[in-house]
């Protein structure tokens, strides 16, 4: 069964840091591009952050730079995302997904999704 799984999650103060973890069954993730997303509550998903499969060049949306690092674990066949001096504004539920191809930024290039992890900044 194809399957992403995210985890991570939780509540944290302002400042405070979090490392989510993106798992997956049936796929190797060494050879798929692979985005975090997130949405907050009223508003429309975005792009966070993404890794290639090719090079393990990574992308980050300007909100995040700087804060957040994606990395990868191949031998535990995860992706994590540390994200660190976390802002009330970075409050959503955060979903990994998984692109058929090398290299992919956006939205609609991704193939399969995970259930979301609630993450939320507030004192």
């Known amino acids: 069964q194809l399957q992403l799984v995210e985890s991570g999650g939780g509540l944290v103060q302002p400042g405070g840091s979090l490392r989510l973890s993106c798992a997956a069954s049936g796929f190797t993730l060494d050879y798929y591009a692979i985005g975090w997303f997130r949405q907050a509550p009223g508003k429309e998903r975005e792009g966070v952050s993404c890794i290639s499969s090719r090079d393990g060049s990574t992308y980050y949306a300007d909100s995040v730079k700087g804060r957040f690092t994606i990395s990868r674990d191949s031998a535990k066949n995860t992706v994590y995302l540390q994200m660190n001096s976390l802002k009330p504004e970075d409050t959503a539920v955060y979903y990994c997904?998984?692109?058929?191809?090398?290299?992919?930024?956006?939205?609609?290039?991704?193939?399969?999704w995970g259930q979301g992890t609630q993450v939320t900044v507030s004192s």
């Open positions: 997904a998984l692109a058929i191809i090398t290299i992919a930024t956006q939205e609609d290039e991704f193939d399969y």
